[in-house]
């Protein structure tokens, strides 16, 4: 046929990619339920050393899936970086400005609010 | 003003979008773009969520206290579980997607169409592991009374473990029951009653002397929920409004209403992408049958699809993360 693809099957990579993903989701739930205490009661960047932790490993399973479940990896570099630097750094302004925001109504409310009756 | 002006050249270099300049039919390249923005509204909801979670950060519901349910397995602290085998549903359903779009670039109409079954199962599989989550959220596990300022309050038994209300309230004849219009009051309008009363409630506290309460805030320390001495609970109760029984938007025994807004929020609007990329998935799951890509030459329109599929996926990776391991 003449559209026959020069495209050969990946479907070796992609099994290889579930692999990958499902180990990662695993593995945080696994430390989401034992949430060991080295980890957990720890302060590390505002928050514990395990919430680090799980947010390195969602943004590993996040290129995974946008790489070779969306195939990005064989997309342009322009379009690449238009669409992943775009939400890459947007994302991250947003999240900095809000959370900062945050901690700080926290710092002023927190004092204010009344537990004992 | 010449400089302006549309010539046959600028004509030339653009060629009605036969040229790529991104590499991308016009199709899919939108499709990405579509995709970036709709990532940026998910960012701005769980964003407010992560403000409003730094806020409350003293009292925020613990989320292995709140999903705690598991098919089969009642009664059962099972937390984390039952989401992440949703986590897997949805990644697997995911992995037939991109085995489709595989298929399509071979031109294998019979692998194409099996696979494009298969996610379509795991759309609908995931989309009715949502309803139950939200089943249980709606419905409740323990109880709690809700203070005159909104606070929660919780029941925990003398291990500091939580207490459902109907394991220590009192029973009383004093019930009323619900003014409605078949019972004649078809001038006055309320709510459905609880099925335990304050009053129970209370009376109940009081006749076990093992029990006590617990309130909303959390111990910096040992990141739980700090309990009240008995001595002292009476002095809450005292303060108590209304018996609380599962979450909605208004109310939530697990703490935070805010919590319960948020979730349903985030949840059903991911949900809701789930719904239409299932629909979209059907549609093109009959043209791969009818043959439409075949003829056309090419499956661009799966691959197409199979973004907007992988994307709802990326989108339930980060609300895993967020509501229920962070």
Known sequence: ?117 | MESTIATNANRDNWDGGANKPLGASYGKMMMWFFILSDALTFSGFLGAYGLMRFKFIDSWPIADEVFTHFPFLHGVHAPMYYVALMTFILIFSSVTMVLAVDAGHQMNKTKVTFYMFLTIIGGAIFLGSQAWEWKNFIGGSYGAVQLNDGKIIQFVNASGEQITLESFAKPSQTERTQHIKSKGLWFVEEAALPAITLNEVIEGFKAHPEITIRTEQVNPELKEKIIIPRENAMAYLNESKAVVTGANLQVNEYGKTLFADFFFFITGFHGFHVLSGVIINVIVFFNVIIGTYERRGHYEMVEKVGLYWHFVDLVWVFVFTFFYLV
């Open chain 1, 1 to 117: 046929m003449a559209h026959a693809q020069e495209h050969t099957s990946h479907t070796k990579l992609i099994w290889k990619v579930f692999g990958i993903l499902s180990a990662i989701t695993l593995v945080e739930v696994i430390l989401g339920i034992i949430k060991p205490e080295f980890l957990h009661l720890t302060n590390f960047l505002g928050t514990s050393l395990l919430n680090i932790i799980f947010l390195v490993l969602t943004l590993v399973k996040a290129y995974y899936i946008t790489w070779f479940f969306m195939h990005m990896a064989d997309e342009k570099k322009n379009l690449r970086r238009a669409v992943v630097w775009t939400a890459f750094f947007l994302i991250c302004y947003l999240a900095a400005l809000l959370l900062i925001e945050g901690s700080y109504i926290n710092d002023v409310l927190g004092p204010l609010t009344k537990w004992n009756y």
